[in-house]
């Protein structure tokens, strides 16, 4: 099937540095998402970006975190500064159209220190 | 509360047995997927459904949106279908996110 491709798969830093995640999406598809896992518990929407905008944000998308995809290459969701709690898996997601089919990539495991 | 509820939280079957995963839905959703995370973590697309039944391989799934539920049914399990399968939905209230539900942790054993 497509495939949503993320950079790092892990990646440590230290509390208050700042981290950006790359996610490549299927080459065709318009619709971009980043999603939160802690801990193999459940998946928590962030944010979701079409046209170059965010179209909408979760509670869980704080004021240190950003998205953009500049110029078609990687869609990035940045955190700038850091916090403990933000350690989690986060995933990439991709689709075609609204509310179609959700394609994920295999997650960036993030750890702060 | 939740709006998608999974159920049961764990499973576990021997090798060539089957069984049925469910996902109750709270509000009106327009389409469900099904998931499958395997052991390193990744998300397996597993299926897409607005109405209706699709099957493939040893799966099949369904889903009702009427009465607001969705079921995966999996037959002659094998050892690789162990992880943990998520059922999610976007909802109708003009959003454009997944709603997950907490998961089924399945485990086949020989």
């Known amino acids: 099937g497509p495939k949503v491709l993320q950079i790092p798969s892990h990646q440590i830093i230290d509390m208050g540095q700042m981290v950006t995640l790359n996610c490549d999406p299927v080459?065709?598809?318009?619709?971009f998402y980043w999603y939160k896992q802690i801990l193999g518990q459940q998946m928590e929407f962030l944010v979701n970006?079409?046209?170059?905008?965010?179209?909408?944000k979760s509670k869980l998308f704080k004021d240190q975190f950003s998205v953009e995809r500049p110029d078609g290459s990687y869609f990035t969701l940045k955190i700038q500064p850091t916090a403990l709690e933000d350690s989690a898996v986060y995933f990439c997601a991709s689709s075609l159209d609204f509310y179609a089919e959700q394609f994920f990539g295999p997650g960036t495991r993030l750890t702060v220190l | 509360g939740d709006q998608v509820e999974q159920s049961p939280s764990a499973l576990s079957l021997h090798e060539g047995t089957g069984s049925a995963l469910r996902c109750n839905f709270t509000t009106t959703m327009r389409a469900v997927q099904w998931f499958q995370q395997n052991s390193r973590g990744s998300l397996i697309n597993l299926f897409y459904l607005a109405s209706g039944t699709k099957e493939n391989g040893r799966l099949k799934s369904t889903f009702n949106s009427k009465e607001s539920y969705s079921t995966l049914h999996i037959r002659d399990a094998q050892l690789e279908d162990s992880g943990t399968y998520f059922c999610?939905?976007?909802?109708?209230?003009?959003?454009?996110?997944?709603?997950f539900g907490k998961g089924t942790q399945l485990i086949i054993q020989p």
């Open positions: 970006f079409y046209n170059g905008k965010v179209m909408e």
């Open positions: 080459s065709n598809h318009l619709y």
């Open positions: 999610a939905a976007p909802n109708t209230e003009g959003a454009d996110r997944l709603t």
